[in-house]
């Protein structure tokens, strides 16, 4: 009977995400930054949840000059104390928005295992332009081996997807590169 209703409570749950999930993806339909959102989702280890996170809490990710002024905004850089010529690096910053590091760092964890296109990834794939496929290729290949490299120099697991998560923001910024959006809805170009 208490396992039973274990098991009803977990199905509720379950169901209220998937409704919530269904009622996010048609609200973010139009937004003007859906095609950022949309493009994200060609990487691995970023689902529509992992994308609309990061895009909602940073905005339009365009708006840096460049991938090391993102990973600044959202503390993904080493702390760095320095004094006259002596200059040390510290542990990675926690500023930024907490929710988007929280759901970057989910995201990496997907690059544990050797790169490869699954047959969902594949469907994933088929839509987006041949610059945000070879982004996103390009991601895989060194993530999932940077992954590997770490490990193998002694490196915890944790520390290693918090140096991957880092990464990945640097690809996310050029895959959001790509993708030109206009002050109108939907109305996306490709460079």
Known sequence: MVFQEYVRAVTEHTDRLQRLEQELQEQVQAWRLNPVVEALQALRGVPFIVAVTTVAEIGDLTRFDNHRALMKFLGRIPSEYASGERRRQGSITTAGHAHARRALVEGAWAYRDSAQVSRHRQLRLATPPKALQDI??????????????????????????????????????????????TPELQNTTYH
Do not use: D
């Not at 895989?140 to 998560?165: D, E, S």
């Open 136 to 181: 996103s290729w390009k991601a895989q290949l060194r993530l999932c081996q940077r992954y590997r490299r770490l490990m193998a120099r002694g490196k915890h697991a944790n520390q290693v997807v918090v140096a991957i998560a880092r990464e990945l923001v640097g690809f996310m910024w050029a895959m959001a590169k790509q993708v030109s959006v």
